[in-house]
């Protein structure tokens, strides 16, 4: 009975996750942005979207390695081409968590505090990857939901 209702209780926590992800109205989000629509990045968010690396355990494949490089060039040369442009040397962190299919469900970044764009910049950029996020896909899924992280640097041509 007890274990029934833990259960019960734990289904109810993710389903309200859920919620929360998909009542959201952009698939790129700050963490601040994440803390006030109620998006907590915790354990239950780990068990919805296990990291995709460890899901393969030590068999990693070139294939998914492969995929996550693209996908991350394809992010910012799409991003390029929308007309956000850099004149400086930038930082950020990213996490984005994909659906069982490859597409985007969400995508949390945070850019490092040592070089900080203006506001307008942030703006335009936050835009223009929502935009992309919204068409892209993974071109390696794994048939169940995961998440994949990484630190990006934008370099001056």
């Not at 223009?128 to 993974?138: F, I």
Request: hydrophobic fraction near 40%; proline fraction near 4%; charge should be positive.
């Amino acid at each position: 009975m007890v274990m029934t209702a833990l259960l019960a209780m734990g289904c109810a926590t993710t389903k309200s996750l859920e919620r929360k992800l998909t009542a959201y109205p952009y698939k790129a989000i700050t963490p601040t942005e994440a803390k006030k629509a109620g998006i907590k990045l915790n354990s239950k968010m780990d068990k919805l979207y296990p990291n995709g690396m460890e899901l393969q355990g030590d068999s990693v494949s070139q294939g998914y390695l492969r995929a996550w490089h693209a996908f991350l060039q394809e992010m910012m040369a799409d991003i390029q081409a929308q007309g956000v442009t850099w004149d400086s040397p930038y930082r950020f962190s990213i996490r984005i968590f994909f659906a069982a299919d490859g597409t985007v469900d969400l995508c949390i970044y945070n850019w490092d505090e040592d070089i900080q764009p203006t506001v307008e910049w942030k703006a335009l950029f936050h835009k223009a990857l929502d935009t992309y996020l919204n068409k892209a896909r993974y071109g390696h899924p794994l048939n169940q939901r995961f998440s994949q992280c990484g630190s990006l640097r934008l370099s001056l041509k």
